[in-house]
Nanobody
Framework: QVQLVESGGGLVQAGGSLRLPCAAS????????MGWFRQAPGQERGLIAS????????MYADSVKGRCTISRDNTANTVYLQMNSLKPEDAAVYYC???????????????WGQGTQVTVSS
C-alpha cells in the first residue's frame, strides 16, 4: 500500500506560482510512475503531468506544457508539481497518483491522494 498526501494548494493571483508536494509513505516511489491530475467543478479529472519510474521521463498535457514541471525526489519519497504563470482556468482540485512500474503515461493508477485545492484569482 502507498499513501499519498498532497499539500501546497491555496489561493494565488493570476500569473503567480505554486509548488505542490505529494508525500508518499508505505513504499518507496522509486518503482512507481507518478502522475498529477486535476479536476475542476463540473469537469472530469484529467492527467496533467507524469514522470516515468525508470528514467524519470516526463509528459505534460497541452494545457500546462511550458508552465508546469513535475519532478520527483525518490530519497524524500516525494513528487512535486511546480506551476507557474497560473491562470484562472487552472483552478481545480489537484491529485497525485502512483502506478506500480507503469509506463510514462498509464491509463490507470493504483493509488490516489485526497487532493489539494488550488484557487486562482483574476
Amino acid at each position: 500500500q502507498v499513501q499519498l498526501v498532497e499539500s501546497g494548494g491555496g489561493l494565488v493571483q493570476a500569473g503567480g506560482s505554486l509548488r505542490l508536494p505529494c508525500a508518499a509513505s508505505g513504499r518507496t516511489i522509486s518503482s512507481y510512475t507518478m502522475g498529477w491530475f486535476r479536476q475542476a467543478p463540473g469537469q472530469e479529472r484529467g492527467l496533467i503531468a507524469s514522470t516515468w519510474w525508470t528514467t524519470g521521463s516526463t509528459m505534460y498535457a497541452d494545457s500546462v506544457k511550458g508552465r508546469c514541471t513535475i519532478s520527483r525526489d525518490n530519497t524524500a519519497n516525494t513528487v512535486y508539481l511546480q506551476m507557474n504563470s497560473l491562470k484562472p482556468e487552472d483552478a481545480a482540485v489537484y491529485y497525485c497518483a502512483a502506478k506500480w512500474r507503469g509506463v510514462v503515461s498509464p491509463t490507470t493508477y493504483d493509488y490516489w491522494g485526497q487532493g489539494t485545492q488550488v484557487t486562482v484569482s483574476s
